[in-house]
Every structure is written in C-alpha cells, then in structure tokens.
C-alpha cells in the first residue's frame, strides 16, 4: 500500500475556478511538503508545512495557494482563482526517517483551461 | 545549498553498468549528497544518500570522494526499466526544509 495518495489523479478547471488538491498519507508523519513540475520542466519547491503551520514557502507561493491540515489526516493545497500558467503536476510529500528522505506522493496532473 | 552540475542526458544498453557523475564544488560541511530517480508523470523516487566514502543499496551505488565535490551513482547491470530522469541533491538534509532540483540526467536505456 503507497504511503502517501493523492486525490484527484488529474483536475481540469477553468481558468478562475477554485481547486483543492489532496494528499493522504497512510502512517503518522509531521512534516508535508507540496512541489509542483510544469511539464518538461524542474521540480519546484512550494511550501513546507509542520505542526500545523508553515514552516517555509517559496516564491511561487503567492496570497492564491493556501494549505491546511483540516482533519489531521488529509494535507491540501488550495489555489484560489487559478491561472493558465497554474497547470503542473502537483506533488505532495512527507518526511520519513527510515531513510532520511521526502517521500513523493504519485502526484496530481492540473489543467487550467 | 550547493549548487550541482551532472550531465543533461546518457545512452546505454541492457545490461551495462551506468555511472552518472554530479559536481558540487561548494558542497558544505553539513551537506549530505541524495539522488532521486523520476519516472515521466510520476513523483521522484528516493535512490540513495551518503555523506562521504561509498554506500550501497540493493538499488544502487554512491561513491563519494574524499574531497566530496563530486559523487557518483552508479546502476549496475540497467534494464529498459531503469530509462528515467536522474536528480542529484545537495543539503543539509536534517535543517532544510526543501529539496532543490535542477535539470537531472536523463538516461536512456536502449534494448
């Protein structure tokens, strides 16, 4: 069973439009991470998140995106009024121990249209 | 964190050993090397993390010199399987809360 899941596995919306993209981790895990990669592009740090509050955001993460815990158990980001240049994939990510590492959700495809 | 350079893509066939070499010359004291494999479509994969020397996983190799500017993984004996973009990462893993991605290598596997 994956450790993390993502829900939806891809979303298309209208430009404007809301959308809240989630991540499940199985196992108790404190630290989240959100990345996105536009296609043939890097990987993009957005935010950090842990003990419920964000620990660091880049650039990218503007006043449209937020992040929540809302039940302790599902981690979302949420982009207000999105934008053409908004379609990526977005990847979700918790921090293990055994190894030392960030492990990547299987990711969800957004298309703004 | 440290900047790294590795190159953009490599060819090789089944079977063969595939080493693919990352620089980081300002590499800092605290700063651990960690390589990701990513699949198209899908989130990257953690492969294998060393401070210095060599280490090994059932997966793959690192090796490490002494002056640790430069790493190297290596896949033994790849397979069709193993065509994927290869990222190199430096940081201090353990006081960072975000991982940096360049470009990676993107390595081919031919039958």
């Known amino acids: 069973e994956p450790e993390v899941t993502q829900t939806p596995s891809h979303q298309v919306t209208q430009m404007g439009q809301e959308v809240i993209l989630r991540c499940v981790p199985i196992?108790?895990?404190?630290?989240f991470y959100w990345y996105r990669q536009i296609l043939g592009q890097k990987v993009e740090f957005l935010v950090s998140f842990y003990n419920n509050e964000i620990s660091e955001k880049s650039e990218i993460f503007d006043d449209q995106f937020s992040v929540e815990r809302p039940d302790g158990s599902n981690f979302t980001l949420k982009i207000r009024s999105t934008k053409l240049e908004d379609s990526a994939m977005y990847f979700c990510?918790?921090?293990?121990?055994?190894?030392?590492?960030?492990?990547f959700g299987p990711g969800t495809r957004l298309t703004v249209t | 964190l440290a900047k790294t350079t590795q190159p953009i893509s490599m060819d090789s066939y089944e079977g063969q050993e595939v080493n693919i070499t990352c620089s980081h010359n300002?590499?800092?004291?605290?700063?651990?090397i960690t390589w990701y494999q990513q699949f198209p479509s899908q989130g990257p994969r953690f492969i294998i993390q060393g401070y210095k020397t060599k280490v090994t996983n059932e997966v793959a190799s690192l090796f490490i010199p002494a002056d640790r500017k430069s790493s190297t993984l290596s896949l033994p004996r790849v397979s069709l399987s193993d065509t994927a973009v290869y990222y190199c990462?430096?940081?201090?893993?353990?006081?960072?809360?975000?991982?940096?991605f360049g470009t990676g290598t993107r390595l081919q596997v031919f039958p």
């Open positions: 990510a918790v921090l293990r121990t055994e190894p030392y590492e960030q492990y």
């Open positions: 300002n590499i800092a004291t605290n700063d651990y």
């Open positions: 196992s108790n895990h404190l630290y």
């Open positions: 990462l430096v940081g201090d893993m353990y006081n960072t809360d975000k991982l940096i």
